[in-house]
């Protein structure tokens, strides 16, 4: 049976696959790699090699040491981090996926599954429900990368024949690992401070309307993407994703509801930039209608899940502490 790799583990979006991976394949048939050491025990159940995506050589060298079905590259620089350092972001973002269409190109894995996201688009785009064919004008280097990323997807599979898959994920939101350093990171950190009984401190303002979407539903939408036949992909940049649009006040609000004592304060920064710039809900009807995607949680069920999940992880590191 030929193994599935993935490019990225570490991250949040990398754990939860490479965990879904291992219940799908088991874990001897997944292999995790990153620049650093996954800090989640469970992701090093299965065999990990360290990676600087970047040294094509070295990707090379990790393709060529197995037989692999897939391939997940999910290793990027995201959009807050992005803009205090856009060249290696654009170094990073770009060197990475290059490599791995190289990869395919020689023959090296059979399919590739790349990330693109929300922020391909930009200030021409519509504010709500964005179709599908809709125009990609980015104000942040991460989103120029995903569009110029999605461009060399296409070029790959119409050149090649790589069997190149993509969605434009919108805010993915998750409990088994911090955030990255994304624009839409403050719908994680908010649920930290809830269940601390912190006043939270909102770095968007109350009435930033983003799409979002709980990393489960992500993971799965990836799988069965990846599942789906060939014929079924009419879409070699990227398909839009999506899943249920709130505010930070009415994200606090649903939070309120369950924690009456919460509090939450505005105190914009520069990522209320990034964020003005994103639409507030997307149309994923070409995703629906070609391989039968459909999200399973809405504000309620991610609150209810977040919470409690933050909880537990929460009261565990305590009970360890005081060991």
């Not at 094509?56 to 995201?78: K, R, S």
């Not at 569009?147 to 024949?161: D, K, L, M, N, P």
């Not at 999200?295 to 929460?314: K, P, S, T, Y």
Request: proline share 6%; aromatic share 8%; with cysteine.
């Amino acid at each position: 049976m030929k193994k599935h790799l993935v490019i990225g583990a570490a991250g949040q979006l990398g754990v939860e696959l490479v965990l879904a991976l291992q219940a799908k394949y088991g874990t001897d048939q997944v292999v995790v790699a990153d620049i650093r050491t996954p800090s989640d025990p469970a992701v090093l159940n299965s065999p990990f090699v360290h990676l600087d995506a970047t040294d094509l050589d070295a990707m090379q060298a990790v393709f060529q040491g197995g037989a692999y079905a897939a391939v997940y590259h999910l290793a990027a620089m995201l959009s807050a981090v992005g803009e205090k350092r856009p060249l290696a972001a654009w170094d990073l973002n770009m060197a990475s996926l290059l490599n791995v269409l190289e990869c395919a190109r020689e023959g090296l894995v059979e399919r590739v599954f790349w990330p693109s996201s929300i922020a391909v688009f930009g200030p021409a785009t519509p504010k709500h429900d964005v179709p599908q064919e809709a125009p990609l004008d980015p104000t942040t280097v991460y989103g120029i990368s995903k569009v110029a990323g999605e461009g060399w997807c296409r070029y790959y599979h119409a050149q090649y024949g790589v069997d190149v898959r993509s969605l434009r994920y919108p805010g993915l939101l998750g409990h088994r690992s911090l955030p990255g350093g994304g624009t839409t990171d403050y719908a994680v950190d908010i649920f930290l401070s809830a269940v601390r009984g912190e006043r939270y401190t909102s770095f968007l303002g109350p009435d930033s309307a983003l799409p979002m979407m709980f990393i489960e539903d992500a993971v799965r939408a990836t799988l069965e993407l990846m599942d789906a036949e060939a014929e079924a992909v009419h879409i070699r940049t990227s398909y839009n994703l999506a899943a249920m649009t709130f505010t930070p006040a009415e994200l606090a609000a649903a939070i309120r509801e369950r924690v009456p004592s919460f509090e939450i304060e505005y105190a914009p920064d520069s990522r209320q930039a990034i964020a003005d710039s994103w639409p507030a809900s997307i149309d994923d009807q070409a995703a629906r209608r070609d391989w039968g995607w459909h999200h399973a949680v809405n504000i309620g069920e991610l609150v209810d899940v977040m919470l409690e999940a933050w909880e537990q992880r929460l009261a565990t590191s305590a009970a360890r502490s005081a060991q």
